[in-house]
């Protein structure tokens, strides 16, 4: 367990990390039925949430997904119905995190979840089915957010939260395409932020490109770099809703 609480930029320690989790694996293969307890993780998860400990907190949840996405790929059901509150735990703080490495993380263990236990199965536990709700709820939060009128995030903050729910919403579709219903109107004014975005960045970048005689300066950079994540996130938004938006009454005068 000192592979856990290392600081991961000792080069050192940081391979002695991937050679514990490699051992996890191997164990878990030798033992498929263990009961493998997340109250370690669970406590440096609690340690590292207090103001000023963010870092600390980025790389336990980092590393609790990693344990996470290990251990789920050996005994999914499993290890699952063992450690339900944790997991739970763990969901909350990826979201109110938001970080794209751990918004990767998170739907890979979203996808072994949902694999594990299909809404659709009728013997899927009330647990789990609750669970759903909340990874849904969690996101809706998220996008109301950044969509609100009097909202406060700068372009790449926004993004940022845009990008990370577009990934979770991409994972709950995976198994059933009409979850994507529950967040049309949330996804159309997304791709109305964006949009706006996208011709203010771009009327930027042309009227600094006009006053300048030399390289693009780091201030035009920024813009174009902006302006990547703007458009990227609204390639994704679209093709989410293609196909969808008139399938959702209230959404078929905003997409037609």
């Known amino acids: ?24 694996s191997q164990a878990l293969e030798v033992w498929p039925t263990a009961n493998v307890k997340f109250n370690y993780l669970e406590k ?11 870092k600390d907190l980025s790389t336990a949840l980092a590393w609790s997904l990693d344990v996470m996405n290990k251990v789920l790929e050996e005994q999914p059901r499993l290890f699952i119905l063992n450690n339900f509150q944790q ?30 236990f ?13 669970l759903y709700s909340k990874v849904v709820e969690l996101t809706q939060n998220l996008l109301a957010v950044v969509t609100a009128p009097q909202n406060s995030h700068d372009t790449r903050s926004a993004n940022v939260t845009i990008s990370f729910a577009v ?18 109107m949330l996804l159309i004014r997304v791709l109305q932020r964006l949009t706006r975005e996208m011709r203010m960045l771009t009327s930027s970048i042309a009227k600094q490109v006009h006053r300048m005689d030399h390289e693009p300066s780091a ?38």
């Open 167 to 184: 990934s979770v919403i991409k994972t709950l579709a995976e198994g059933r395409k009409d979850f994507i219903d529950s967040f049309m």
């Open 1 to 24: 367990m000192v592979a856990f609480v290392t600081e991961p930029k000792d080069k050192e320690m940081s391979a002695i990390y991937k050679q514990a989790i490699e051992m996890l």
């Open 219 to 256: 201030a035009t950079e920024r813009l174009k770099s902006d302006l990547d994540f703007v458009m990227s996130n609204l390639k994704s938004v679209l093709k989410l809703i293609s196909g969808r938006g008139m399938l959702v009454p209230k959404c078929k005068p905003l997409v037609s």
């Open 44 to 54: 440096l998860l609690i340690s590292s949430q207090p103001l000023g400990q963010s």
């Open 118 to 130: 299909p809404l659709a199965d009728m013997n899927t536990p009330q647990d789990i089915r609750i």
């Open 87 to 116: 997991i739970t735990q763990l969901l909350g703080l990826c979201f109110n995190w938001e970080g794209m490495d751990i918004g990767k993380s998170l739907c890979t263990l979203l996808k072994m979840l949902f694999y594990a």
